[in-house]
Nanobody, 116 residues
Framework: QVQFAESGGGLVQPGGSLRLSCDIS????????LGWYRQAPGKQRELVAS????????KYGGSVKGRFTISRDNAKKTVYLQMNSLKPEDTAVYYC?????????WGQGTQVTVSS
């Protein structure tokens, strides 16, 4: 069983920053991927960023490259998303993701709203 504890969402003005955190409880010890996805109203869920467990290979969605940074705590299954230069179009529910052996597990989501 996989459990999530997400934090860090909220309301921010355009150009501002937020940092999301996700603590994941799982007995899996390697060969997994941690990530963040987001879903805006009326849109499909999309990849924001992901990072692999072994060699820390990072992948970013095209719209966030250069603005967002994903990182992880190697000692535990914690993943962070540093979001800078936020835009109104970044407004969405952000979901923490744990992928192992072809199966996706999801956090409950945290709302990020970018508005003046």
């Amino acid at each position: 069983q996989v459990q999530f504890a997400e934090s860090g969402g909220g309301l921010v003005q355009p150009g501002g920053s937020l940092r999301l955190s996700c603590d994941i409880s799982s007995s899996v010890s390697n060969d997994y991927t941690l990530g963040w996805y987001r879903q805006a109203p009326g849109k499909q869920r999309e990849l924001v960023a992901s990072i692999t467990s072994g060699n820390n290979i990072k992948k970013y969605g095209g719209s966030v490259k250069g603005r967002f940074t994903i990182s992880r705590d190697n000692a535990k299954k914690t993943v962070y998303l540093q979001m800078n230069s936020l835009k109104p179009e970044d407004t969405a529910v952000y979901y923490c993701n744990f992928r192992y052996s072809g199966t996706d597990y999801w956090g409950q989501g945290t709302q990020v709203t970018v508005s003046s």
